[in-house]
């Protein structure tokens, strides 16, 4: 597989492009108006929904739509009559737990299918994030998420070759990756961990079959051993409307 070097941990793998490789144009509209909330900076003015019409050459019903996926995403806020670059999202720290875990204590039955497994150099931003070294080998591991046989999620993790590097052929794809972690002598020491919601891309929408407009909650997780060492990048898509998620809080 050719995987960009520049593609971030965090983002929608392959950018969010379907196979098929047909890209809707307020997708397309509403990358390009990502990038410039980049410029214009938190508190900035974007353009009018005229403006940016004429500017990308498409009719405002597309601008209309871009820009209200980014305000749902957080990324956007209405003020007075105008819309400007929102500030960053606020964390909650969530606890260590294992999906297969969590799906079975509610009495469904747990299921995943891969969509890929593929090797590549370790691009900067996965190691600066994890502490992994830049160009060393690592895994990527795609799977579709399933309770009782409905598509649920999109799980993307990324672990060294060198701590598993049977992976491509000791590992069931259907089962759950921290016990084969267990299985290979690896523990969890602790983890570092965010959520937040998102829209799907057209690429996940597509994936777990359902609306692009749905919401969608998105977990980040870093986690290392218990001697320190890095361990796993997981970037974590759940549907909005069939997760909600618990944390345990001690005085």
């Known amino acids: ?3 960009p070097n520049d593609q971030a941990p965090g983002a929608p793998v392959r950018s969010g492009i379907p196979e098929h490789g047909r890209i809707p144009k307020y997708y ?3 990358a390009r108006i990502a990038a410039l909330l980049e410029e214009l900076g ?5 353009p009018t929904e005229r403006d940016l019409a004429e500017r990308y050459d498409v009719a405002r019903e597309t601008v209309r739509q871009a820009v209200r996926e980014l305000v749902l995403e957080g990324r956007l806020r209405r003020k007075g009559r105008g819309t400007v670059v929102a500030g960053p999202k606020l964390t909650q720290p ?3 737990a294992s999906y297969t875990e969590g799906v079975r204590r509610q009495g469904r039955t747990p299921g995943r299918t891969l969509i890929g497994l593929d090797r590549f150099p370790c691009p900067d931003a996965l190691a600066a994030e994890t502490g ?6 690592v895994w990527h591991l795609e799977r579709l998420l399933l309770a009782d046989e409905e598509r649920v999620g999109l799980e993307s993790t990324y672990v060294a070759v060198e701590r598993l590097p049977r992976l491509d052929s000791d590992f069931d ?3 759950s990756f921290y016990g084969y972690l267990a299985a290979q002598g690896i523990s969890f020491g602790d ?3 965010r959520i937040e919601t998102v829209l799907a891309t057209p690429r996940e929408a597509l994936l777990i079959g359902t609306p692009p407009a749905l919401p969608m909650l998105l977990i980040h997780r870093v986690s290392r051993d218990t001697e320190g060492r890095p361990l796993e990048r997981v970037r974590s898509l ?3 409307d069939r997760f909600s998620f618990t944390t345990h809080l001690k005085g």
């Open 132 to 137: 992994l070294t830049r160009g060393e080998p």
């Open 28 to 30: 397309a509209v509403k």
């Open 42 to 46: 938190e508190g900035g003015v974007i």
């Open 238 to 240: 759940y549907r909005g």
């Open 1 to 3: 597989m050719d995987y």
């Open 191 to 193: 983890a570092d961990e």
């Open 94 to 96: 969530l606890s260590l």
């Open 173 to 175: 794809p259907d089962s």
